[in-house]
């Protein structure tokens, strides 16, 4: 028997779902059956928009976009009354949204810890808050949080971005103890995945082989991960085969954190 999944039925929300990690999980939700509604703060005519519509197009009949701001509760609000009017459910949650904040102790300002902790932090609370009842309605629904390798090593010059990423895997884990068994809350922490800068960024790690410029010397899988590696996670976690999966956090950043622990 061939192991497959199949969402056919379900309501997936992907924030900052029109590139990147997210585009990835977009395009594996919806080749997995799922209705994919993506949401960003761009208007509907924006260029990257535009261009997320023409990539979904084989599935353009489930999927949908909506312009959002998840760090504003009122525009929360108003998401949660969209969803509700026009699709009645919602069965799984990926709340991507972020943005580093490449910024050192020294040099971060209060400006950009509010604005690194509103968005990489408390919008993750706030969205899942606000959409807890419809997720709920879905016994179990599954609420996917995107962490990062940051939640595990300080990389110099990320310092807010690094304290946010490690403050995620305590919200994975309450919201898992107090809102369990109707919703499952499970993370995701990524690193080296192949969205725009990183392949300059990983090949500028000391362990670089410099002679052949696009491997990574001592990395163990010596390649950036792929946006739809990391969209296969998310659908396999919200999948009946991890029915039993909830409260961790999992790192997949292809064995830097296996090399980082031995250094």
């Known amino acids: ?42 208007a509907a005519d924006d ?35 969209l969803l509700q009017q026009e699709h009645g459910r919602l069965d799984i949650l990926v709340s991507n949204a ?21 968005l990489n932090l408390a919008s993750h609370w706030l969205l899942a808050r606000a959409l807890k009842p419809l997720l709920a309605q879905a016994s179990p629904g599954v609420i ?35 809102w369990g068994p109707t919703i499952r809350t499970v993370g995701l922490a990524p690193g080296f995945i192949d969205t725009p800068g990183n392949q300059k960024w990983f090949d500028s790690f000391p362990d670089a082989d410099v002679e052949r410029q696009k491997t990574v010397g001592r990395h163990p899988v010596k390649r950036l991960g792929t946006p739809e590696e990391i969209g296969g996670w998310c659908v396999f976690l919200s999948s009946t085969y991890a029915s039993f999966a909830s409260g961790t956090t999992y790192l997949i950043d292809g064995g830097r954190s296996a090399l980082m622990q031995e250094d």
């Open 1 to 42: 028997m061939a192991f497959t999944i199949d969402l056919t039925g379900k309501v997936v929300l992907i924030t900052g779902g029109i590139s990147g990690i997210g585009l990835g999980a977009s395009l594996q939700f919806a080749a997995a059956g799922a209705t994919v509604i993506a949401c960003a703060e761009l």
């Open 47 to 81: 260029q990257a928009v535009v261009s997320f519509v023409s990539v979904m197009e084989p599935y353009r009949q489930r999927t949908f976009y909506y312009k959002a701001d998840v760090s504003n509760e009122t525009a929360l609000k108003e998401l949660v009354v």
């Open 98 to 118: 972020g943005q580093n904040i490449f910024k050192g102790l020294d040099n971060c300002t209060l400006a950009d810890w509010n604005q690194n902790s509103s």
């Open 144 to 178: 996917i949080i995107m962490a990062s390798n940051h939640a595990y090593a300080s990389i110099p010059g990320c310092f807010p971005y690094n304290v946010t990423k490690g403050a995620l895997l305590s919200l994975v884990r309450a919201m898992a103890i107090e």
